[in-house]
């Protein structure tokens, strides 16, 4: 059967938690209409508690979004969840996140409280939070390097409490694709309850296995994957939302999974975080970077002229982004450009291009893009003009 993946936004909460990135009210209201358009199923709009500013924020996204679900993220405290009742009043639809670490360094070293304490705090927690929000998420935080049958504990007793979405976040990207599968086998042969809620998954990306590890979750039972826009967030990041996204769709065959994303609003999204959190898109990005459809290989360039499936899984058009491009440069070889002689104007045949070859590698050799007008001089040195 077609699996439906929700998508959980949380770029303006824990894409915030990036050194250096600090988005207004008005630029988180603006964001969450963006991903709003892109279609995520959930944006995670901050931690109300934490500021008045994180309060406010929250606030204002709860009331511009319309269809979006819109939640808070909460201790298991009745403080920090009191302050996402107050928050999230004005949405149209919302949720609750509420967690507590279950690790033994985070239980030991962190919190200082034992197992049993730590479940206590679950159950009174979701069923407080439970009394206010019809979807009560629950995330055991560290969940990767919590033991097995404690994680399953602990799941369960979130679940009897009144968690209707059960998160597992891999909070410092230990686990790797192999593992997390098996753990969630584990989990949906220890977890009574597994079949009865939603499974989401939160992975970080310290070892670069975010997305990874998102996609092999949803191989294995998850049908909500949490990331951020360019995988900004704490650390190395998070899963990036828009690679999650574009697997899925060039992969239906393997995943066989359907979900709202608005892929041609893709590029604009991330445009725009990258606007607001001042951090440059790296051009060799996947999905969204500036070189991910750029050919410059002279192999690469002739495959693309014949039949541009030879190397391109994704089109651009698919994703919101310019045309692909064939830049010239020391690897290119002649068909790409006489191709581009031909776009500028210039009538050439392949006898013209023994001439023109060997002085457009000379350029090539000494520069690292040929441009127009380069190409222009080179013409002129051979005395052909435009048709």
């Known amino acids: 059967m077609t699996k439906q993946i929700q998508f959980f936004d949380t770029t303006l909460r824990d894409g ?29 709009a901050g931690f109300p508690v934490a500021s008045e500013g994180d309060f406010e924020a929250v606030s204002a996204v709860a009331a511009a979004v319309k269809h979006t679900c819109v ?40 919190l200082h409280m034992t197992k049993e304490q730590v479940l206590e705090s679950i159950t009174d927690s979701v069923t ?24 399953c504990t ?16 891999d909070t410092v990207g230990y686990t790797n694709p192999a593992e997390f599968a098996e753990l969630f086998q584990y989990m949906q042969k220890h977890i009574p309850s597994f079949d009865d ?3 989401s998954v939160h992975c970080h990306d310290d070892l670069g296995m975010a997305v990874a590890n998102s996609l092999a979750s949803i191989e294995n039972g998850a049908t909500r994957i949490e990331g951020t826009i ?36 893709t590029k604009m999204t991330s445009d725009m975080i990258s606007n607001y ?30 039949n541009p499936n030879t190397y391109e899984i994704l089109t651009p058009e698919t994703v919101g982004a310019n045309k692909t491009t064939l830049p010239l440069g020391k690897l290119s070889g002649s068909h790409a450009v006489m191709a581009k002689l031909h776009a500028m104007g210039f009538k050439v045949d392949r006898e013209e291009m023994k001439e023109i070859f060997p002085i457009f590698k000379d350029k090539a050799d000494h520069t690292s893009i040929v441009s127009e007008d380069d190409l222009r001089e080179i013409m002129k040195q051979i005395k052909k003009v435009v048709a």
């Open 16 to 44: 915030e938690q990036t050194i250096g990135v600090n988005f207004s009210i008005e630029e988180k209201v603006e964001i969450a209409k963006q991903l709003e358009a892109w279609g995520v199923d959930c944006i995670e």
């Open 71 to 110: 939640t808070g993220l909460a201790r298991a405290r009745k403080g920090d969840i009191d302050a996402c009742v107050k928050a999230t009043a004005q949405a149209a639809h919302k949720q609750i996140h509420v967690f507590i670490a279950t690790s033994p360094v985070h239980r030991e070293s962190k």
């Open 128 to 151: 407080y939070a439970h009394q206010f929000f019809d979807i009560v998420e629950f995330s055991p935080e560290d969940a990767t390097r919590t033991e097995h049958d404690y994680l």
């Open 154 to 169: 602990a799941i369960q007793t979130a679940i009897d409490a009144g968690a209707s979405v059960i998160n597992i976040p």
């Open 197 to 199: 809620v939603t499974f």
């Open 230 to 265: 360019n995988g900004i967030g704490e650390r190395a990041g998070n899963a990036a939302l828009e690679e999650v996204a574009a697997a899925l769709y060039v992969r239906k065959d393997y995943y066989n999974a359907e979900d709202n994303i608005d892929l041609k609003e």
């Open 277 to 306: 959190a001042n951090m440059p898109v790296p051009r060799n990005k996947a999905v969204v970077g500036a070189n991910a459809f750029a050919h410059e290989s002279g192999i690469h360039q002739d495959g693309m002229l014949k």
